[in-house]
């Protein structure tokens, strides 16, 4: 059995944060870039286009996006968001 020093300690303690850090960043970035989802949930519209929630609601019962509704939250149409907003007008 090997002796563990307190510099073996510290390198592990570094060695750890470093990759919760890691992990951390991983999470706060979206996995997958909205240009390639085709349903955008309701978050990730309001903050693409900078909107509230109330808006969003707006939209969704107005029928100018279509949405689906899974378990509690709403997902929308990529191509009725492009179709309204345009492609980077």
Request: net charge positive; charged share 35%; hydrophobic share 35%.
């Amino acid at each position: 059995m090997e002796n563990v020093t307190k510099d073996d300690l510290r390198q592990f303690r570094m060695l750890l944060l470093n990759d919760l850090e890691k992990l951390f960043n991983q999470k706060k970035s979206p996995d997958i870039e909205p240009e390639s989802e085709e349903w955008l949930r309701s978050k990730s519209i309001r903050k693409i286009l900078d909107i509230s929630p109330a808006t969003l609601q707006n939209i969704r019962i107005s029928g100018k996006i279509r949405f689906r509704k899974v378990m509690g939250s709403y997902y929308y149409s990529r191509t009725d968001l492009l179709k309204l907003f345009g492609d980077g007008n």
